[in-house]
């Protein structure tokens, strides 16, 4: 059986943030959010992004939209260098690549009904008018478990899980091929979380997307995820098929971060990796491998070296000295 071709790739990405200071504003710093990562991902599958809160997934996603600009790297959409595109030629790429957010809520003009917000990609792209836009609209929110009555509400009339399913509705509407998955259920309830997940996961077989799945929650991105990525501190550190990581992890930081992993036997008992030490600053991060200050293995040469990502078996990536 033949590999899906790739549908976009990521290469030494690099987004840092300028820190000023003074009347003037004067840079005295650089914030590095995210510090050379690269992957790939194919059509039809979905790669999880996981890490420690402020590693740099929701910055990797928003860089590769272009809704922040890079530093450095590249980006490329089938083929195409997405850093490189005109306001034009970007605007149409848009409608292939779009973002669902985390917060369901802000995300959503509070001052425009349903229709409106769902509509408006189709108007922005001349894509649709009058009765042929309303028809399109109302066949994507019914796909979304959202009736017509729906239509000429306002977001504070709905749950936070029907505002979620607009914001897919508004991220479907243009029948992109890529989304990206900001924690998208990290702001609803544990039984809501379940059928939006359900939700992704059908519009996905049925319309042939690709997700970029951004999430802490490890159990989420297990069920939603073809192959996890592993971020700490601006860098990917492992990748593999989701099954393979999940069981033999080698990064330690990966082997720490599934320790963590709650299992609903309170007679089993596991082992759970406590990591010494607090996430070192993002302004300043700690030469060598950036996971060393707090890794149990680290030895003289972590200090100095930069651990490349590389391929041990397969799809299996480690950025470790050790492996």
Not at 74 to 93: P, Q, Y
Not at 96 to 104: G, L, N, R, S, V
Not at 224 to 235: H, P
Not at 274 to 294: A, D, I
């Amino acid at each position: 059986m033949e590999m899906p071709e790739v549908l976009l790739s990521c290469a030494d990405l690099v987004k840092h943030f300028p820190v000023t200071s003074g009347f003037l504003s004067k840079t005295i710093g650089q914030i590095h959010a995210v510090d050379g990562v690269s992957f790939y991902i194919r059509e039809g599958e979905t790669l999880g992004v996981v890490g420690e809160s402020g590693c740099g997934k929701t910055t990797v996603g928003r860089t590769i939209l272009r809704l922040i600009e890079p530093t450095s790297g590249e980006v490329r959409f089938e083929g195409k260098d997405v850093f490189r595109l005109k306001k034009g030629d970007l605007k149409r790429l848009r409608r292939d690549m779009q973002m669902i957010f985390q917060d369901p809520f802000s995300s959503l003009d509070p001052r425009k009904t349903v229709f409106s917000i769902v509509g408006e990609p189709l108007r922005v792209h001349r894509l649709a008018k009058g009765k042929e836009l309303k028809g399109t609209v109302l066949s994507l929110i019914e796909r979304v478990a959202l009736k017509e009555e729906d239509l000429y509400k306002y977001p504070h009339e709905f749950s936070g899980g029907q505002r979620q399913r607009i914001g897919i509705a508004r991220a479907l509407i243009t029948n992109p091929r890529f989304i990206v998955l900001d924690e998208p259920t990290s702001a609803l309830d544990v039984s809501v979380q379940a059928q939006i997940l359900n939700l992704l996961k059908d519009l996905q077989r049925d319309l042939g997307l690709t997700y970029l799945f951004i999430s802490h929650n490890l159990n989420v991105v297990k069920f939603m995820s073809d192959r996890v990525a592993v971020m700490y501190l601006g860098k990917v550190v492992e990748s593999d098929i989701t099954e393979d990581l999940f069981r033999s992890p080698l990064h330690p930081y990966t082997q720490a971060l599934l320790s963590s992993i709650p299992i609903p036997d309170p007679k089993m008992k596991y082992e759970q990796i406590t990591l010494k030490g607090e996430v070192p600053s993002r302004m300043n991060p700690p030469p060598g491998c950036r996971f060393h200050p707090r890794c149990q293995y680290a030895e003289r040469n972590c200090a100095e070296k930069v651990p490349a990502l590389k391929r041990i078996d397969g799809e299996h990536f480690v950025a470790c000295l050790r492996a």
